[in-house]
């Protein structure tokens, strides 16, 4: 036989949001007016984007370094800001993924370091740099 609840019993409530999406774009294009369109600076225009597609999104100034080589063997590196949302359709991966290619090409970047879940991509530039 089981006890009977208690007026007081707190129950919780969880709604499950789907795979973690993480992303990180250079802290110091975010704001720089050379990458603003529409009058949006790059924060601001990644803020409306996750805003209306997933309604909710965390963003951390990190003092993360991303490290990388070029092909000539050139190491470059910046500080980054990390942005994260949740979502459970592959669709709207493909979503971020094309909206992050199109960031990539505003902030003169030649790719984007994304892990969804236990995988990681390159989000790389929808035009070329040549």
């Known amino acids: 036989m089981s006890k009977p609840e208690s007026k007081n019993e707190f ?12 992303f990180y774009v ?17 924060r601001q225009d990644i803020h409306e984007f996750l805003m209306s597609r997933y309604n909710a999104y ?8 991303g490290y990388w080589a070029a ?9 980054m800001e990390r942005f994260e949302v949740s979502f459970g359709s592959e669709s709207e991966f493909d979503r971020l993924i094309n909206f992050l290619a199109q960031l990539c090409d505003r902030l003169d970047e030649q790719a984007i370091y994304v ?13 070329s740099a040549e």
Do not use: I
Not at 58 to 65: I, Y
Not at 71 to 79: A, I, L, Q, S, Y
Not at 115 to 127: C, D, M
């Open 71 to 79: 092909p000539d063997g050139e190491v470059f590196h910046d500080v």
């Open 58 to 65: 965390t963003q951390t100034p990190t003092p993360v370094r």
């Open 11 to 22: 129950r919780a409530s969880v709604h499950e949001l789907g795979k973690v999406t993480v």
């Open 26 to 42: 250079p802290a110091h294009k975010l704001d720089h007016p050379k990458h603003a369109r529409d009058s949006l600076t790059a």
């Open 115 to 127: 892990t969804r879940g236990e995988r990681s991509f390159l989000v790389q530039r929808t035009s």
